[in-house]
């Protein structure tokens, strides 16, 4: 944390103090990292271009801080903030060091926008109805087999960015209840519901064991991750397309079984279930 980022308030206010830090922070960088640096003799260039750009970004910029607290005293105010990434990529109770560099659990949202948290009334997880990583990191429930292809293939499950194969594994219910624990959450949306429709089976991870003994909660130690045994329960698979269901009465006999398993293995409500990939391909039991 260098703490000589140039923020939006910099770009709004002074225009002489604005150049001075700017190219002071060239000159850092120039320093520093001159092979990665462009052309530094742009920087006039740029800048000119900076100084349009900002008034015709004045007019959406506002101070968030103040903004945000002021429509919360607003009864009638009701504010819905999305988090990016998971919980346990949060730099603080992730699954470190395989973790993101900021806090992507619900704490963030009150460090991130100044949102206090008394004015936080409800926290609803998104998860999918198996796990997925990208990249390393411990995964307990991770298969390498055809069923991981399957997952794959039918969730498509690879990088937007980058193109890369997401892992894939059953759903691993103490991460889910780690998650809990950290968030707080009143109820969870399960997310593709339906990429499960033809396993003949479908599994959930629902304990650990470190050197043969259950543990709680998710071992602090990446080392100790990677070597838990789970312990699963096996479920029948409903065969079916699950696509045009909209009631929970809707869903299979056995896709209702796997879903209020979800709900006995995690302790959360399941309020939202994922059953196609359409905006309405929703089945809502909030």
């Known amino acids: 944390m260098q703490r000589n980022g140039i923020r939006v308030c910099d770009l709004m206010g002074d225009w002489a103090a604005f150049e001075v830090k700017y190219k002071t922070l060239l000159k850092y960088?120039?320093?520093?990292?001159?092979?990665?640096?462009?052309?530094?003799?742009?920087?006039?260039?740029?800048?000119?271009?900076?100084?349009?750009?900002?008034?015709?970004?004045?007019?959406?910029?506002?101070?968030?801080?103040?903004?945000?607290?002021?429509?919360?005293?607003?009864?009638?105010?009701?504010?819905?903030?999305?988090g990016a990434q998971s919980s346990m990529l949060d730099i603080d109770v992730g699954t470190y060091p395989y973790v993101t560099s900021s806090n992507c659990s619900v704490g963030g949202l009150c460090t991130g926008l100044g949102v206090p948290p008394h004015l936080v009334t409800s926290v609803y997880g998104v998860v999918k109805a198996y796990t997925t990583r990208v990249g390393a990191g411990g995964f307990p429930t991770e298969l390498t087999n055809d069923i991981c292809e399957q997952?794959?293939?039918?969730?498509?499950?690879?990088?937007?960015?980058?193109?890369?194969?997401?892992?894939?594994?059953?759903?691993?219910?103490?991460?889910?209840?780690?998650?809990?624990m950290v968030n707080g959450f009143k109820g969870l949306a399960l997310t593709k519901l339906d990429v499960l429709d033809t396993f003949d089976q479908v599994k959930i991870g629902v304990a650990y064991k470190l050197d043969g003994k259950p543990i709680e909660g998710v071992p602090a130690l990446a080392e100790d991750l990677a070597r838990v045994e789970v312990e699963f329960v096996t479920l029948p698979g409903w065969k079916c397309s699950i696509e045009h269901c909209r009631q929970f009465s809707d869903l299979p006999p056995a896709a209702r079984?796997?879903?209020?398993?979800?709900?006995?293995?995690?302790?959360?409500?399941?309020?939202?279930?994922?059953?196609g990939p359409s905006r309405d391909c929703i089945v809502v039991r909030a």
């Not at 006995?264 to 059953?275: A, C, D, K, R, Y």
Request: aromatic fraction near 6%.
């Open 29 to 82: 960088t120039a320093d520093r990292y001159a092979e990665r640096l462009r052309d530094a003799h742009a920087a006039d260039a740029e800048l000119s271009t900076l100084k349009q750009l900002r008034e015709r970004l004045r007019p959406m910029v506002k101070d968030t801080v103040l903004y945000l607290n002021k429509q919360m005293m607003n009864p009638n105010c009701h504010i819905l903030v999305e």
């Open 151 to 180: 997952l794959q293939g039918i969730g498509r499950e690879f990088g937007v960015t980058t193109g890369r194969k997401r892992r894939c594994g059953w759903l691993d219910a103490p991460i889910v209840k780690y998650s809990h």
């Open 257 to 275: 079984a796997y879903v209020e398993a979800v709900e006995l293995h995690t302790g959360v409500p399941v309020l939202w279930i994922g059953v």
